[in-house]
């Protein structure tokens, strides 16, 4: 289901951050639960400006999200219960056929996520030392 700007609701974005939370928690394992809660407000902030929103249901709860701008993917979590249930590669192509997605940026402290991408033939081109926020976790740009 896509969602814009309009249907984007406080309930939806509290939702979508616990989604987010359990994910990282799950996956991350170089993040420290002080970084985790540090992150949280950036998180919630791009959830509400993100262009295109795309959340996956399952019974009426969000299981799954994407976020896409600029014909780039910033945020893809999917619930741990989820994990390897190709949730996250339906995603993904949805977002290359659907939205031209090119681009995606991923924690080069992320091993698993790196495959992922690999796999679905996005391929690195460029390493950063900080993320976005200037935080020492190494970004890998990758593009298809």
Known sequence: MF???SHRTNILTENLTALWSESVRASHDFLTEDDIVN??????MGLCSIETL???YNNDLPIAFMGIQNHKIEMLFVAPLYFGNGIGKDLIKYAIENYDVR???VNEQNPSAIGFYEHLGFRTFERT?????????PILKMKL
């Open 3 to 5: 969602l814009n700007n």
């Open 39 to 44: 992150l949280m407000p950036f998180v919630k």
């Open 54 to 56: 795309i959340v996956k």
């Open 103 to 105: 681009y995606v940026d």
């Open 129 to 137: 030392e900080f993320d976005d926020q200037g935080n020492p976790f």
